[in-house]
């Protein structure tokens, strides 16, 4: 992991001091492991974003299958001239697949690389990965990568963390797994220590080994073969730290849940564990008056059984602050306030779940008009505030046959007044499609007072050709943007296919979020990018 101030010296976030020893990126990359069956079927979704955001008029992607084993079956090049939104199914490999492997039951990786002649900035391109079948989706963007060369390798590594963030599951017939590709060195013997965190702030550690891997395996390890997760969370969510001895790539995992009876799976990505780093490069230094110490807007979806848990992690570097929320229409009218409502202690070391629907109705707020919240951390000590929190947002349906909700790893925006600097902000985002798509543009800050409308030219993007709509919305502050791709205009323009959607916007606060929702209470969401 490297430090968050390297992060943002690494991305040019705005008003940064670029080091003179930086190197352009001109390869960016991403592997994902992959799945095809009579169940589940995979599909990686992008859009040529290089074009709008960085100006480059056209880049190579090289894309790569190797099945679970780490072996070549096929390598396709594709030129991307278009900002078009793509699709790549792995079903489009059947016929290599069937040289090689059983088609009815492969697993394997994509390795995708993409290659430019300028500066890419970021070496992790935006790629969502999509599991699903007819009854669910869920969608994670990029996780692993293989490192462009040793200096990318080292300032990785400025610090060897454990892995967490992310929800597991005791219940019978939920099965948690951590999925992962390897590097291109062997590791004869992958050892893994684990630390479950449960909601009573209890700690239970352990260690297990798993099977060699080759360079290039891909490997998914089912925590129930290694743990007894039903005795130790019984009914209960829960979340594990894990330490490794990977080396060689990115170790950001695949993580998630299967829900065996009906056939679903719930996946995020796994993120940094810091709850032992207490350095000064952990906190942050930037402290204003003017802002919260962190903030962010999530959507809220809760009537007609559906549900949104706000998910803590006791993975932050030791500190303690408190949690504030206020709750917001539509249109970004105040409806409730409530003011360092929950305090986090990171000496509890506490996994939580945070119930918005209850709080609400305990409240009395008005559940019908409120559409979001808008979480507020502040810590007391100032020079305790840590560089990196993450939280989980789980939406989900009750009384469905999929019984978990959706597990997005997200951040709050940390009171930064350099981003004040920034005339604009640009997103992007993917209508998956599978189910019923939409994506949520929010407008937000954690400035203590924040009011400023945002001007946002909407973009749409589609697989068959380079047609793209466009449309001008002004959010006002507090208020969401709800775009939904069953309505008339979009669903005639996608025709059934995947889409994407740009937002650019003369407020450096728009943020997002996207959903697929599904009949039988299967939700795919990530953050927009």
Known sequence: MRSYYSHLQATKSAGEEIPISQKPVFRSSAVFPVLHSKIYFTRVMFMGYWLVKRNITEIGLLYTLRNDKGLIISRKY??????????????????????????????????LEIFSTKDLVFPYPAFVLVYYNDHFSTAVH???????????????????????????????????????????????????????????????????????????ETTFIKLKEYIKLKELLGGNSGSIKFGHNFEGFFPRFLVGNMDVKSNAISITHSYYDCSELKDEKSYWNRIDATFDDSAVAVPLYIE????????????????????????????????????????????????????????????????????????????????????RVKFGMNVGVNNRDVKFPS??????????????????????????????????ITNSAPLKEYSQTANVVLKF??????????????IKANAIEIVCSEEAALKEFFSEST????????????????????????????HVF
């Not at 078009?84 to 390795?111: P, V």
């Not at 597990?407 to 902000?425: E, Q, R």
């Not at 740009?502 to 943020?511: G, I, L, M, W």
Request: net charge negative; aromatic share 14%.
């Open 499 to 526: 889409g994407w959607l740009t937002a650019d916007s003369d407020s450096p606060f728009v943020n997002g979020w996207y959903f697929d929702f599904h009949q039988n209470g299967a939700v795919a969401a990530d």
């Open 304 to 387: 007609n059984d559906y549900y949104t848990h706000l998910a803590i992690y006791p993975i932050f570097s030791p500190s303690d602050f408190t949690l504030s929320f206020d709750f917001y229409n539509q249109q970004g009218v105040l409806k409730g306030r409530l003011v360092q409502y929950k305090p986090i202690r990171s000496a509890e070391n506490k996994y939580e779940i945070i119930d918005f629907g209850k709080i609400i109705f305990k409240e009395g707020f008005d559940t019908a008009t409120i559409k979001s919240v808008n979480i507020k951390c502040n810590w007391e000590d100032k020079s305790k505030i840590p560089t």
């Open 142 to 216: 990029t996780v692993g990568r293989i490192y462009n060369d040793i200096e990318d390798l080292t300032v990785n590594e400025e610090y060897k963390v454990r892995e967490s963030g992310f929800d597991i599951y005791g219940d019978d017939g939920m099965e948690p797994f951590i999925a992962l590709t390897n590097g291109p060195m062997r590791n004869e013997k992958p050892v893994i220590q684990y630390k479950i965190n449960k909601s009573e702030g209890v700690e239970l550690s352990g260690e297990f080994s798993i099977p060699k891997l080759a360079p290039f």
């Open 461 to 474: 993007y589609r697989e068959q050709d380079d047609v793209v709509l466009e449309r001008t919305v002004s």
């Open 407 to 440: 597990n997005i790893c997200f951040a709050p925006l940390l009171g930064n007044p350099k981003v004040l600097k920034k005339k604009g902000t640009f997103r992007w985002a993917p209508f998956i499609n599978i189910g019923r798509s939409e994506i949520i």
């Open 78 to 111: 594709l030129l991307i001239d278009s900002a078009k939104a793509f699709t790549i199914e792995i079903g489009e490999f059947a016929e290599e697949i069937k040289k090689n492997n059983n088609i009815d039951d492969f697993m394997g990786s994509l390795e």
